[in-house]
Structure formats: structure tokens, C-alpha cells
């Protein structure tokens, strides 16, 4: 794995994001230009210190997915993952170890422009390709591994089931089969096999309501160790930027300060990040929000149109929607892994609010 090499200051841009739709098919090109050219894996390898504990005889669905979630909390590991999207690769590595009781998580891709992800002790920070590093507080997704998965898995049952399926064969391995099925079409099934000794997350599948495989996530080697890794080690030494403060929303009008918000969300999403900043071209402030249920996320851009036009368009990449609105001069951007009609109820759904006060306030 490659190190991470604190190069440069903290910038003024935090999320360093390029103009409203252009940030957001930058997302949809990490999950697919990216890999276009990556070359098949390798045969996987797998090398692991055995566990104290198995799950060979676990019986219910939620007990397998509460076991991979202190797997993920719990070990010193390494994986190689490669995420496929529409026959495109993306490989991506990911070590997560304790230091003094701190756990580190760090994410690196590994086609195209450089791009690495630590989260420490509640800090997420961000190294890209020319740009400043950055720090955020909160908790985010680890890479392609869904934030309940990482967090807790019991979050998702206020709108998720939770079926257990079949054994199969996984990286060599026995895996189980367990089905994250939504209660309502408006979001994805998510399918995963889990080591059926260790509990560790083998293969997900993201799966549309008429059971078409729209991404594939498949871990191609991975590694246990009972002491963190030389990487993880170096982490845990490294002076990160402090987090930048994420602050709501400062127009004002004459009566106050205006928010926007989403009108309609499906149910169990929550709001984890909110912050307004500028634009790394244009320079034009944009109001953010970032919504998960802790599998699938969605993110919210409002800013200035570009033209008086009204109108609608959208792009679609596999599992990845992306909708745009522009009415009354304003424009807002609703990108996320949600089926279209979801995503298109949400961004119909946006609209301002007036505070009573017009002091800006931290973000949740």
C-alpha cells in the first residue's frame, strides 16, 4: 500500500469540489472511469491469524451481520477489494488497525488521479491529487463498505429485513449468504456472503427492486494480523489538519436566515453532514447536505443556476443517479445509490426555509 505523504496545508475549499455537476460526475468517474482500464486481479490470497472466536454455528441472519460488524470494529486487517460497475474496475485497498486504543481506517484507490481516505478517532481526512489536505469530523462510509456495516448494523432494521440465504464459495472460502432486503422499492437490496469462520465481508452485490445486480463489490485477498500494520502504525503518527467547521447555511433575506431542506426522504435516512461552501472553479457558494441510512447515501448541492431557464435533466450509472432541477434561479444537484423515482422525489422535494435568525450555525 502506498504511504501517505502529508505534502500540503490545509484549504480553504473543503471538499475541494468542482461546480455543481461537474462534482458529481466526478463521483460517477470514480466509480467508473477510473477502473476502465484497471487489469483483471490476480488469483485472491488469503492469509489470516486465526481468531479467537467463530461463527460457523451462528443461526440468524442479524447475528451474522452483528459478527462482521466487531470484525470490522475489532481486527487488525488488510483487504483488496475491486468494485465493478457496468464491467468497469475499480480496485481499492483498505487497512483498518488499534493504536492505544484509537482505531484507524485507511482507504486508498489505486487507478487514476491519487485519492486516500484516513478516518481517525472520529476525524475523516482527505488526500487528493493537487489538492490541500482536509479534515472533517464525523463518520463517514469506509470506502465501498456501507457506514452500518462499520458502525451498527441494528439501524438498519427500521427499514430493512433481514434474510438468511444459502452457503456458497467465496475467495476459497465457505461464505453465507445473507439478503439486506428494503421494506419499501424506494432503495436497493444489498446482498452480502460473509467468511462463514471469521465473519469478514467476502462479496455485496447492490441489487435494484427487480433483482437486477446493479454493482459488485468483491474482496480479492485479505489479512489478519494480531498487531496493526507498518502502514496503520505510521498513521497513527501523522499530524492531520484539524477539522474544518462545518456551518449551515448563511443567505439572508429580510425576515432571516434561509436553509435548505429535503422535503421528502425515504425513511431511516438522517442527515450526517450539512456545510455551505465555495466551489473549486467557480468560486460560487453552494449549500451541501449529505443524507444515509447506513447503507445507501445521498447527497444534496444547492446553488445558483447557471441560466434563468427552468428545466430538469438526469444521468444514470449503474446503481449512481444523478438529478437536477433549476427553477426561480436556483439549481439543485440530488446524486446518490437510490433508484431514479427516489432520487427524483428528492430533488423535486427541496426548498428553502427561513430561520428566525440570521447567525450561521454549526452543522449536526
Do not use: C
Not at 483498518?96 to 484507490?109: K, P, W
Not at 485519492?115 to 476525524?123: A, P, S, T, Y
Not at 451498527?152 to 461464505?175: C, E, H, T
Not at 423515482?341 to 427561513?354: A, D, G, K, M, W
Amino acid at each position: 500500500m502506498q504511504r501517505v505523504q502529508p505534502l500540503n496545508n490545509l484549504s480553504n475549499n473543503q471538499y475541494s469540489l468542482q461546480p455543481m455537476i461537474a462534482a458529481a460526475l466526478f463521483l460517477f468517474s470514480l466509480l467508473v472511469s477510473l477502473g476502465a482500464h484497471a487489469e483483471p486481479p490476480e488469483e485472491p490470497t488469503v492469509s489470516i491469524v486465526e481468531p479467537t472466536e467463530t461463527i460457523a454455528t451462528v443461526a440468524t441472519a442479524e447475528a451474522w451481520l452483528q459478527r462482521m460488524g466487531q470484525t470490522f470494529q475489532a481486527a487488525n486487517y488488510s483487504l483488496s477489494v475491486i468494485r465493478v460497475n457496468q464491467q468497469h474496475f475499480e480496485p481499492i485497498a483498505i487497512e483498518h488497525g488499534i493504536v492505544d486504543g484509537e482505531t484507524l481506517v485507511y482507504v486508498n484507490y489505486l487507478n487514476g488521479p491519487e485519492r486516500e481516505i484516513l478516518h481517525r478517532d472520529g476525524v475523516v481526512t482527505y488526500f487528493q491529487h493537487d489538492e490541500p489536505p482536509y479534515s472533517v469530523a464525523g463518520q463517514r462510509a469506509v470506502g465501498p463498505i456501507p457506514r452500518a456495516f462499520i458502525t451498527d448494523v441494528s439501524i438498519l432494521k427500521r427499514s430493512y429485513q433481514f434474510v438468511l440465504g444459502g452457503r456458497n464459495r467465496v475467495l476459497g472460502r465457505s461464505a453465507q449468504l445473507i439478503r439486506i432486503e428494503p421494506n419499501e422499492a424506494d432503495r436497493y437490496a444489498i446482498w452480502v456472503w460473509l467468511d462463514a469462520e471469521h465473519g469478514m465481508l467476502l462479496r455485496a452485490d447492490i441489487v435494484s427492486p427487480s433483482g437486477e445486480p446493479l454493482e459488485h463489490i468483491q474482496v480479492v485477498s485479505m489479512q489478519y494480523s494480531e498487531t496493526p500494520s507498518a502502514v496503520v502504525q505510521q498513521l497513527a503518527a501523522l499530524d492531520l489538519p484539524a477539522p474544518v467547521p462545518l456551518m449551515e447555511s448563511q443567505q439572508v433575506s429580510g425576515n432571516g436566515r434561509i436553509r435548505w431542506v429535503t422535503g421528502y426522504l425515504p425513511e431511516g435516512f438522517e442527515l450526517i453532514g450539512r456545510d455551505r461552501h465555495r466551489l473549486g472553479v467557480t468560486k460560487d457558494l453552494v449549500d451541501y447536505q449529505l443524507y444515509s441510512d447506513g447503507i445507501s447515501s445521498v447527497s444534496v448541492y444547492v446553488g445558483s443556476a447557471a441560466d434563468e431557464k427552468p428545466g430538469q435533466a438526469g444521468v444514470s450509472k449503474g446503481a449512481t443517479h444523478l438529478v437536477t432541477v433549476a427553477k426561480d434561479g436556483v439549481e439543485v444537484a440530488v446524486i446518490g445509490k437510490l433508484p431514479i423515482e427516489t432520487i427524483t422525489r428528492i430533488v423535486e422535494s427541496v426548498h428553502p426555509v427561513v430561520a428566525n435568525s440570521s447567525l450561521p450555525g454549526k452543522a449536526p
